[in-house]
């Protein structure tokens, strides 16, 4: 599986009482899933400041709503607009990300590969520059 950002499609159950999706760890993810978090109430068309990660990876999924996740390696940027519940976004180590252009009500669900460690955060777009041009 390819460690560059990329979308993943998710399996879907269509079913005409409602449709269900399932992640389950290395099936679908070059990880395994250590710890999961989400973000929510975050007013529509504002952002969430970036950062970066030295060794975490992540795969982000809009459980509702809408919002864009904004990445950058260093050499460029790209931009992946979140909307539908069956697919996520993987994102490497050492990829500067910023989530924006939030809908109304939108939950932004995130599974990890690492348990939270504050140590692991670049939280300065220069400091992640210089560590990613070495």
């Not at 009482?17 to 504002?46: C, H, Q, T």
Request: one cysteine or more.
């Amino acid at each position: 599986m390819s460690k560059e950002p990329h979308i993943v499609d998710l399996p879907r159950i269509m079913d005409p009482r409602g449709n269900l999706s399932v992640i389950e760890s290395e099936d679908l993810l070059p990880f395994k899933i250590a710890r999961a978090y989400w973000i929510y109430d975050v007013p529509g068309g504002m952002f969430r400041n970036g950062h970066a990660f030295h060794t975490q990876q992540e795969f982000i999924v809009a459980l509702s709503g809408s919002f864009d996740v904004v990445l950058n390696d260093g050499r460029g940027e790209q931009r992946f607009h979140m909307c539908r519940s069956y697919y996520g976004l993987y994102v490497p180590p050492l990829t500067w990300r910023k989530l924006d252009n939030f809908s109304t009500n939108s939950v932004v669900y995130v599974l990890s590969d690492t348990e939270y460690d504050p140590d692991d955060y670049i939280e300065d777009f220069d400091e992640f520059k210089k560590l990613v041009s070495q």
